[in-house]
């Protein structure tokens, strides 16, 4: 047995920060992980896939030179070669991540734990064997997994996850994806810009119902130019495999013949075989409950990431890891996480903060918006990237910003101007008064909010 101040059980982004920040605040920390550290956003999520989407951008963007006034000949993909860059880029990643927890002090403990108690974890050891933890805090970070639809046969190896497709060897002949929100969209346009055969069937009656319209609509036009073909408000009623691929029939009667068949459908919380119930730990619609200091409703039990929030970004988890390490190490922080930066790692992008135009009318009295478009601006015409547009969504009375929305090239990093106005409650008029540096697609956020200003003063 072995006694600890705070047992980590997990280390993917939200596990690895929280034994960090532990370890930096004095106290003894261990980490417990079955597989590999950095978990499935350094393995199979983020970072392969958007060294992948990387690749396939410039191999789009050079497949008609011409536009940028250049000439190339011969240019194709190297599918095995392509995937093999993304595995170098993540083994990279990954011995840095051991790097820093070892140097952090953190002591890592190879195995699959749950917990036995409000203080104690069983650890089933990697090499064999089992190890009990004792722990003052323990911080649950264990993650999520694909979802695998029934109506599916995973038993061929022609049915991936997106987990699958992150790490395969190859790229397909041909995909059909089923769903389309974030990942599916993003696994869509990295295949569609490498002249793969696309079919993406979604459920909804648009791509990314969980964003703004005019956002879906652009993404949509994105897809389409990329020769990917959409059936929407259509769901897989069954599929068969064969040693060729995979025949799916779809809701709105049309049959789709693929290569590969990737379900996109979403990710669930880790929640299974962890220990919750002997713990005692509450959860409810499939995650654990947590309040803003990364609690659980067991004194000394913290989660965080995915298994205790639905909205499934390592950002989000490795703020949690700080937030809880801080807590069960006797440092009172509360984050309400109501100011989250989110993406969509389409090309165009899109990045979103705050409330959008929907929630922001639903949830105050005035409210005034305004954008300015891309096709406006300097930096879209210099890089041929004019789809897109910034727009602000703010308190009429009192121009407070309550919201934004970024659609087109580097959208995800634009937003973080306005995460920062919106976490320190800025007004429009204070981001209007902002120098823009010109010609950058951030200048579109100092258009826009100079457009609002003017707007306002016009109507006053």
């Not at 403990?109 to 917990?115: H, K, M, P, Q, V």
């Amino acid at each position: 047995m072995q006694r600890y101040e705070v047992a980590v059980l997990g280390g993917g982004p939200g596990g690895e920060a929280a034994a960090r920040r532990a370890a930096w605040r004095g106290a003894r920390v261990c980490l417990i992980e079955s597989a590999r550290l950095g978990g499935a956003c350094l393995h199979v999520g983020c970072i392969p896939t958007k060294t992948m989407l990387h690749a396939s951008g410039l191999f789009w963007s050079v497949k008609d030179p011409r536009r940028f006034g250049l000439s190339a000949d011969g240019l194709r993909v190297d599918g095995e070669a392509f995937m093999r860059r993304a595995g170098d880029v993540v083994r990279a990643l990954a011995k840095g991540v051991a790097q820093t927890i070892e140097a952090a002090g953190v002591e890592v403990i190879r195995g699959r734990g749950s917990l036995s108690g409000p203080h104690a974890l069983t650890v089933e050891l990697t090499g064999g064997g089992r190890q009990r933890v004792e722990a003052d805090a323990i911080i649950l970070a264990t993650g999520s997994s694909p979802v695998r639809p029934d109506a599916l046969p995973w038993d061929s190896p022609n049915v991936w996850t997106t987990d699958q497709a992150a790490a395969a060897p190859a790229l397909p002949a041909g995909v059909l994806i089923v769903g389309g929100g974030p990942i599916g969209c993003e696994f869509a346009t990295i295949y569609g810009e490498l002249g793969i055969p696309v079919t993406l069937a979604e459920m909804l009656d648009r791509l990314l119902p969980a964003f703004d319209e005019d956002a879906s609509r652009l993404v949509a036009r994105g897809l389409r130019r990329r020769g990917v073909t959409t059936h929407l408000a259509a769901r897989v009623e069954r599929a068969e495999a064969d040693s060729s691929g995979v025949v799916a029939h779809l809701s709105d009667g049309q049959t789709v013949r693929a290569a590969v068949l990737l379900a996109a459908v979403g990710r669930r919380a880790n929640t299974d075989d962890i220990g919750l119930e002997a713990a005692g730990v509450k959860t409810a619609g499939g995650i654990v409950v947590v309040d803003d200091h990364c609690r659980t409703n067991v004194p000394g039990i913290y989660a965080v990431g995915d298994l205790a929030e639905r909205r499934q970004y390592a950002h989000l988890a490795a703020r949690m890891g700080v937030v809880a390490a801080d807590n069960a190490t006797g440092c009172d922080t509360a984050d309400d996480r109501s100011v989250v930066p989110v993406g969509v790692f389409t090309h165009p992008e899109i990045a979103a903060v705050g409330l959008s135009e929907a929630e922001a009318r639903a949830a105050c009295v005035s409210v005034r918006t305004a954008a300015h478009p891309y096709q406006a601006t300097g930096a879209g015409w210099a890089h041929d990237e004019r789809d897109g547009r910034a727009k602000l969504i703010a308190d009429g009375a009192t121009g407070r910003l309550l919201g934004a929305l970024v659609v087109g090239h580097r959208a995800t990093d634009v937003i973080h101007e306005l995460a920062l106005a919106l976490k320190h409650g800025l007004t429009v008029a204070q981001l209007a008064e902002t120098v823009h540096m010109h010609p950058t697609f951030a200048e579109a956020v100092g258009l826009a909010a100079r457009a609002w200003v003017e707007q306002a003063r016009n109507d006053a």
